[in-house]
């Protein structure tokens, strides 16, 4: 598994687009070998490559996929600005990454990427603060890195994501903070492993895909996409790769068996737009805040929020499963009140 400072798998479109605008062919370049993001494996080939066949689809366009070593940014970028790729995917929405690329527009983010505690699930480990004293794995000039730095925790350094995690599977340390993808298709690999999501905001990055500034139609097209994929593809896409498992609870609380399928529901179903904690993001509202009743939660999943991302769940999700995401949502809120 490979991730570099841009967060980038480089898959790559390359799109074509009549004279009134619509996407016609969709050309991606990725990866053979790095999951979670991209693989050659019909069977698993990374969920940037399902987002991005399913971005295809959406648009009725044709797909097809040239397979090509993607670890370097400045590669990638070539292609995009030589006219080989019109579009690639796997860049952090912020200022610091487009100052110095001015020929760059960022589409709609299409997950959010947040950094994640990683440790056995019978050793107690479930935030931050529970790393006080212990030794924590991490790979070498990340954000996961500063994060520990930072808090001055007893830190070892390894080179790939794999060393790190390989020197958990041995105990050589207690456990590892990771971004997102990577913890979450660590946890699906290995049994007897937990991943918590470590809430602070402002180490979230916003992941989107970037086109030549130039083209305003491409750009458009994909963010009508991904606005239609945000319901309910892109989560099942998601979760199916672990993004979104791991979700932060303080220690010694316990679910009933209703709340924990309402939990898996709500993190195939709901996450990707309010967030694992259900404390929003900046595309949908923080549900942990919502003041009305639990016949008012149901109503507004069923009909949706004109005007806004929320579209209607009403026949896609039962009223019965509704009414548990708003008691599990509840508790997450009287959680978060205790911490």
């Known amino acids: ?39 050659r494996d019909a069977g698993e080939p990374g969920f940037e ?24 940014e400045i590669i990638v970028l070539r292609q995009l600005y030589e006219r080989r790729c019109d579009l690639v995917m796997g860049f952090p929405i912020t200022a610091g990454f487009m100052d110095d690329k001015p020929r760059l527009s960022l589409s709609a983010p299409y997950y959010v990427m947040r950094q994640v505690v990683v440790a056995s699930s019978v050793g107690g480990v479930r935030s931050l603060e529970d790393l006080k004293s212990r030794v924590v794995g991490v790979q070498a000039m990340t954000l996961s890195d500063q994060l520990v730095y930072g808090r001055g925790y007893n830190r070892k350094v390894y080179v790939t ?3 790190t995690f390989d020197a958990l599977l041995r105990g050589e340390v207690d456990a590892v903070v990771m971004e997102s993808p990577l913890a979450g298709w660590f946890v699906t690999r290995n049994a007897g492993f937990v991943a918590t999501e470590i809430g602070d905001p402002g180490r979230d990055l916003q992941i989107g895909a970037a086109v030549r500034k130039a083209d305003l139609d491409l750009k458009a097209s994909v963010d009508r996409a991904i606005q239609q994929l945000a319901a309910t593809t892109l989560p099942a896409i998601l979760a199916r790769y672990g993004i979104t498992l791991a979700q932060a609870r303080p220690p010694g609380t316990t679910l009933s068996p209703e709340l924990r399928a309402a939990r898996s529901t709500f993190l195939t179903q709901c ?69």
């Open 49 to 72: 490559v399902e987002i991005a066949r399913a971005i295809a689809a959406a648009l009725e366009a044709e797909l097809t996929v040239h397979w090509v070593p993607t670890a370097r």
């Open 1 to 39: 598994m490979r991730i570099l400072w841009w967060l980038v798998v480089a898959i790559v479109l390359i799109a074509t687009t009549s004279s009134a605008g619509e996407v016609r062919r969709l050309r991606l370049c990725a990866d053979p070998s790095n999951l979670p993001f991209s693989s």
């Open 271 to 339: 996450s990707q737009c309010h967030g694992t904690d259900a404390k929003g993001t900046p595309a949908a509202s923080n549900l942990q805040a919502f003041k009305g009743s639990e016949a008012d939660f149901v109503r507004v999943v069923q009909t949706g929020r004109p005007g806004t991302g929320m579209t209607p769940w009403k026949g896609l999700i039962s009223e019965e499963d509704i009414r548990a995401i708003a008691r599990y949502v509840k508790q997450l809120a009287t959680d978060s009140a205790r911490q």
């Open 161 to 163: 994501p794999d060393e």
